[in-house]
């Protein structure tokens, strides 16, 4: 995507202004940014930015020393979330979630929620990279963690022989042991000692975001991400899709080519997706088509979006009710909770009164939830409403009322 100069000054000129609604929070907890455009989808979350935006908010976080933990979530991601609650957590409290997959993009739009386009982790990479080539932004120091045996080393050279966007400062293959071993306080001076602003992370999906989680409090560097098939790329020990077969959706096929023992990996994940589908997405669509046909509105449709804030033993609850689906305006809301939670407090949203919910309300539920960890963000009593519990589910959020684990 080519953005004019103009464009990237105006955009740059505005993300550096804006800042998270919650800056802080109590007891040493990570960064909460309420400011965020994110949509529940899948069981994840995605937010709402294109390829430019996203390297925009790498390069601040590079250059201002904001932290930034980015997730790359494809159909892989969303199989794991489902089956696995650590690791659906893991995307939820990173601070950047980008929609790498056509299926993502297609679902989204199915379901209403306009992202913009697919932001693949190998596209963010290039950006980067060819920004620095233009000498538009000085090279990002970045460190190489995981890969097969050999690939780091390659990479490194690789990088650091052409004129671009990295320099990149060292490499470590990590080994294959746990993730305990994987993180000895040696390994992790090292790359702080690199002087390192970017942190890429190949070890799988799940090691990978684990060893994220585990180590991001410990890291001097801003930025952190995994981004498995790019330091192949970047090694040349594997070819990236042509650019017709990237534009079609059509990469997973020509990864398979190149890495046959990968068909497994998509054969499964294609099966949890359509499985998806069927379960959760087609009746979901079919309610909606019966409620336009035969009049049946959906829970709180008819009402302007309102909550209340009452104090509870153990902090606020917030009563939802009302429509807050589409364009709902959040942002009384989303600043009195930024207050509450700078102040130490504990939040439950009370959907008793049957709201009807959207993906950027469920989006920034499932944020709070997977960040203040307990008390769970949503009451499970309060929210019986079998419309309500069905919108739920459709985004893959059931998690909020305790069903499917943490």
């Known amino acids: 995507m080519k953005v004019s100069e103009t464009e990237t000054a105006h955009i740059e000129h505005a993300h550096a202004q804006h800042e998270p609604l919650l800056v802080a929070a109590a007891g040493g907890k990570r960064e909460l940014d309420l400011g965020r455009d994110v949509h529940a989808l899948l069981g994840i979350v995605c937010d709402r930015i294109d390829l430019a935006g996203a390297a925009i908010r790498?390069?601040?976080?590079?250059?201002s020393g904001r932290s930034c933990f980015f997730s790359t979530p494809n159909v892989n991601f969303v199989a794991a979330a489902m089956e696995d609650a650590t690791f659906r957590g893991s995307v939820l409290r990173s601070d950047?979630?980008?929609?790498?997959?056509?299926?993502?993009?297609?679902?989204g739009r199915f379901m209403g929620i306009g992202l913009p386009g697919r932001v693949a982790g190998s596209d963010l990479f290039e950006l980067l990279q060819a920004a620095g080539r233009s000498g538009q932004h000085p090279p990002i120091k970045l460190f190489l963690f995981g890969g097969p045996p050999g690939v780091g080393a390659r990479a490194a050279a690789r990088l650091n022989a052409q004129t671009g966007g990295f320099t990149c400062v060292g490499y470590d293959e990590g080994g294959f042991g746990d993730i305990e071993a994987m993180s000895s306080q040696a390994t992790l001076d090292s790359i702080n000692a690199s002087g390192a602003e970017f942190v890429l992370v190949a070890l799988g999906a799940k090691k990978g975001q684990a060893w994220i989680e585990r180590n991001r409090?410990?890291?001097?560097?801003?930025?952190?991400?995994?981004?498995?098939?790019v330091i192949n790329f970047a090694a040349g020990s594997v070819d990236r899709a042509p650019a017709w077969m990237q534009r079609f959706g059509l990469e997973w096929a020509w990864r398979i080519i190149q890495e046959p023992q990968l068909w497994r990996r998509y054969?499964?994940?294609?099966?949890?997706?359509l499985n998806t589908v069927a379960t959760r997405l087609l009746?979901?669509?079919?309610?909606?088509?019966?409620?336009r046909t035969f009049g049946s509105a959906a829970a709180g449709s008819r009402q302007p979006p309102r909550f209340a804030i009452d104090s509870s033993a153990r902090g606020i609850v917030v009563r939802?009710?009302?429509?807050?689906?589409?364009?709902?305006?959040?942002?009384?809301?989303r600043e009195a909770l930024a207050q509450r939670l700078r102040a130490g407090e504990q939040v439950e949203f009370d959907l008793g009164a049957a709201p009807a919910?959207?993906?950027?309300l469920v989006g920034l539920i499932a944020l709070i939830d997977a960040w203040q960890v307990t008390p769970r963000a949503v009451r499970?009593?309060?929210?019986?409403?079998?419309?309500?519990?069905?919108?739920?589910?459709?985004?893959?959020a059931e998690h909020l009322l305790g069903v499917g684990g943490r």
């Open 58 to 63: 790498i390069r601040h976080s590079v250059s």
């Open 96 to 107: 950047l979630s980008l929609a790498d997959g056509f299926p993502i993009l297609r679902i």
């Open 283 to 291: 009746p979901w669509w079919w309610r909606r088509v019966w409620q």
């Open 217 to 229: 409090g410990r890291l001097t560097a801003p930025v952190l991400g995994h981004l498995g098939a």
């Open 320 to 333: 939802l009710s009302g429509d807050w689906r589409a364009s709902a305006d959040q942002t009384a809301l």
């Open 357 to 360: 919910l959207g993906s950027a």
């Open 380 to 396: 499970v009593t309060s929210a019986a409403h079998p419309l309500l519990l069905s919108e739920l589910r459709a985004y893959g």
């Open 267 to 273: 054969r499964d994940d294609g099966w949890v997706l």
